[in-house]
């Protein structure tokens, strides 16, 4: 049995057992496309699931329920996962897409931060969806992921060497991993200096203001 299957299943039964009602019917029924979600891109980039909980109940301004597909609770934010089909999101009625319009904003209103994954993203683009994952990881929780999949390092400093080993010249330039990670520059920059603090990078001139870098001999 793999390692995703081995930790899903016990986390979807610890869940199952603390459930009822429709939320529990919607566990045992889990969906096809929250599980290939966990399993290509979640998994992947994080390595486990703490803190993470699926078909999670809220109630709206009309004290309706409502349930999203997963949310990742961990102070100082509430982070609620959408997996849209286009089939389900795409083609509604209008009353279900504005319903849906409502349901979203009633959960920015009460200071839950959301994200929305297309299920041809997860399908089709993985590894886009990893790094969008680990993106917001980095910038709302901090690089630090401690005992996450990528070690002491954090999953967006892991993602930093990953992506300047794999590549053909002998550095990369600021500008690189800004694209690379789509963030600013302010960011990138605390990002490698964490790295260069650990000396798993290296400037490749200068130690002010440093344009190129590379991979010191740890990281190699």
């Not at 603390?18 to 998994?43: K, M, Y």
């Not at 089909?85 to 409502?102: A, K, N, Q």
């Not at 992921?145 to 070690?151: D, H, L, T």
């Amino acid at each position: 049995m793999s390692s995703f299957k081995l930790a899903y299943e016990g986390w979807m039964e610890k869940q199952i057992q603390s459930s009822s009602g429709e939320r529990r019917r919607r566990l045992l029924n889990h969906g096809h496309a929250e599980r290939v979600f966990l399993e290509t891109v979640w998994w992947p980039a994080v390595g486990r699931f703490d803190c993470l909980q699926a078909e999670y109940e809220v109630m709206d301004y009309r004290d309706r329920t409502r349930y999203l597909d997963f949310v990742y609770l961990r102070a100082p934010y509430r982070v609620c996962l959408e997996i849209d089909g286009y089939e389900t999101h795409g083609r509604s009625d209008r009353y279900t897409f504005s319903d849906d319009r409502r349901r979203q904003n009633g959960l920015v209103v009460e200071d839950w931060k959301v994200l929305r994954y297309s299920f041809d993203d997860v399908k089709d683009q993985p590894r886009q969806c990893q790094l969008s994952l680990q993106q917001w990881m980095g910038r709302w929780f901090g690089t630090r992921m401690e005992e996450q999949k990528g070690g002491a390092l954090g999953i967006v400093h892991t993602e930093i060497i990953r992506f300047m080993s794999s590549g053909v010249g002998t550095s990369v330039s600021l500008q690189d991993i800004q694209a690379h990670l789509n963030i600013g520059e302010k960011l990138a920059r605390k990002h490698l200096r964490e790295l260069m603090r650990q000396q798993w990078v290296a400037p490749v001139s200068g130690t002010q203001r440093i344009h190129a870098y590379k991979l010191a001999e740890r990281g190699r």
